[in-house]
C-alpha cells in the first residue's frame, strides 16, 4: 500500500509546523509529522551512509545538496511508522518541487495526495514573527535587525512561490487554508482536509 504525503508551505510565522505538529499528535495512530531539518538530522543520528554524507555538509556549514536533501525525505517516507505523512516547509525552491516530482513520479510507494498552502499577508507574518522575537528577548538586538531577518527569510519563502503554486494548481493539488484564524480553526480544517483522504 502507497503512503499518502501531505507537504506543508507557508511563510515564517504561518503557524504551519504548529498546525501540522497538533494534527499528527491528535491522529498518531494514522498520521506522522517531518519538517525537513528535522529528518536530516535523524538521518544523520541514524549512522546510515546517507547521514554521514549529510553531515559531512552540515559539519562544514555547506548546504546540503538537492538530490541528498530529496532522497532523505524519500527515506523516511518509507520507514515512516503510519502510512499518513505531513512535511512542512517544503519544497522551498522550484529546483526542489521539480526534483520531488521527479522522484515521486518513479515511486510507487509513495503518493503526494496535497499540497496544503498555509496563507497569511506579510502584515501578519511580520506581527508575528516581530511580537514572538520581543517575547523572546526584550531590548536585546535592534528591532530593525530583526525587521531585516524577517524580510529575508519572506523573500525566500515569496520569491520562488508562485511557480511552485502554479505548478501544484496545475495538477489539481494545491489546497489554500487562510492561516489568519485563530490556531484551533487553522487546526480543524487542515486536519478535516487531511482525514478525508486518509
Known sequence: MSKKLFL???APGSGKTTDASMIAEKHSDKIVHYSTGDMLRAEVASGSELGQTIES????GTLVPLDIIVNTIMAAI???PVDTILIDGYPRSIEQMTAFDKIEAKEDSVTLVSVIEVRVSEDVAKERILGRAAEASPGEERSDDKIEVFYDRMKIYTDPLSG???FYTNKDLLHVINGERTLEEVVTDMEAFVIKDI
Do not use: T, V
Not at 57 to 60: L, N, P, Q
Open 78 to 80: 518509507k520507514n515512516a
Open 8 to 10: 506543508i508551505i507557508g
Open 57 to 60: 555538509y552540515i559539519s562544514k
Open 164 to 166: 511552485i503554486q502554479k
